[in-house]
C-alpha cells in the first residue's frame, strides 16, 4: 500500500451531495458493480468484495475501522447555482391504465406520496473542473476500479458531475504517488476524535455504504469538509 493522490477531471457541473463523497465509497460502488455483471453473483461475494478493497485500513484501539481514503475535495470551485423542478404525475394516463388493465396491483392514484407524487424540488449545482482525493492504497486496483466511474455527485442521470474523457475514451482519472496523503487522508468520517483541530462529532458512517441509515452511529467529520 502506498500513498495517493487521485485526480478526477469533469466535463460538466456537479451537485455535491449533503455529505459529500468519500473516495472509499465510490471503489466500493465499482468493485460492487463488477461483481454483479455476473448473473450467478452472490450477496455474500458482494460482501466479501467490499471488505477486501485496494485500501488501507485504520483501527482504532476499541476494533472500530475505517478505510484510509479521504473525502472527495473540489480544486478551485466555483459559485453555487440553484435549481428548481418540477415533478407532475398524468393522473388521466394512468387512470386509463388502470382502467383497461395495462396497470395491475393499484387501486388509487396517489399524488401526494410514492412513485407517482407531485412535488417543486431544488439542487444546487456547482461549478468544479476537477475533484481530488488522497488515499493509501494499491495504485493499479484503484485506477482499475475508478475506470468504471462515469459520474460523481448527485443528478448523474441528469448529465450532472460528468467525468472527462480522454484521448484513449477512457475516463480522466490519474492515480499518483503523493507523500502528502499519510496525512490527507483523514479528510474524511474517522472512528474517533482525531488529535487534530477542526473536526466535530456528527451522527454518521465511517465505511460503506454511506447512504445507509447512521442512527446511534457517531462519527468525528472533518468542519470544512
Known amino acids: 500500500?502506498?500513498?495517493?493522490?487521485?485526480?478526477?477531471?469533469?466535463?460538466?457541473?456537479?451537485?455535491?451531495?449533503?455529505?459529500?463523497?468519500?473516495?472509499?465509497?465510490?471503489?466500493?460502488?465499482?468493485?460492487?458493480?463488477?461483481?454483479?455483471?455476473?448473473?450467478?453473483?452472490?450477496?455474500?461475494?458482494?460482501?466479501?468484495?467490499?471488505?477486501?478493497?485496494?485500501?488501507?485500513?485504520?483501527?482504532?484501539?476499541?476494533?472500530?475501522?475505517?478505510?484510509?481514503?479521504?473525502?472527495?475535495?473540489?480544486?478551485?470551485?466555483?459559485?453555487?447555482?440553484?435549481?428548481?423542478?418540477?415533478?407532475?404525475?398524468?393522473?388521466?394516463?394512468?387512470a386509463h391504465g388502470l382502467v383497461n388493465g395495462t396497470i395491475e396491483g393499484r387501486k388509487t392514484i396517489d399524488l401526494v406520496r410514492g412513485m407517482t407524487k407531485n412535488d417543486l424540488y431544488r439542487f444546487s449545482s456547482q461549478h468544479v473542473t476537477q475533484l481530488r482525493a488522497w488515499c493509501i492504497g494499491d495504485a493499479e486496483a484503484v485506477a482499475l476500479a475508478l475506470a468504471r466511474v462515469q459520474h460523481v455527485g448527485g443528478r448523474g442521470r441528469l448529465g450532472f458531475g460528468t467525468i472527462k474523457r480522454n484521448a484513449g475514451g477512457g475516463t480522466a482519472v490519474r492515480v499518483v504517488n503523493d507523500p502528502d496523503a499519510e496525512h490527507r487522508w483523514l479528510q474524511r468520517h474517522l472512528p474517533e476524535a482525531p488529535a487534530l483541530p477542526d473536526y466535530a462529532a456528527i451522527e454518521g458512517r465511517c465505511i460503506p455504504p454511506y447512504w445507509q441509515s447512521a442512527a446511534g452511529q457517531k462519527v468525528w467529520r472533518p468542519i470544512s469538509a
Do not use: N
Request: hydrophobic letters at 45%; a negative charge.
Open 1 to 94: 500500500m502506498t500513498p495517493l493522490r487521485v485526480e478526477i477531471d469533469l466535463a460538466t457541473p456537479w451537485v455535491p451531495p449533503a455529505h459529500g463523497v468519500h473516495l472509499d465509497g465510490l471503489i466500493a460502488w465499482a468493485v460492487a458493480d463488477a461483481c454483479m455483471e455476473d448473473p450467478d453473483c452472490t450477496q455474500a461475494q458482494i460482501d466479501a468484495a467490499l471488505d477486501a478493497l485496494p485500501l488501507g485500513r485504520h483501527r482504532t484501539a476499541d476494533g472500530r475501522w475505517c478505510w484510509q481514503a479521504s473525502l472527495l475535495g473540489a480544486v478551485d470551485p466555483g459559485g453555487l447555482y440553484r435549481h428548481f423542478a418540477t415533478a407532475k404525475t398524468d393522473a388521466d394516463a394512468l
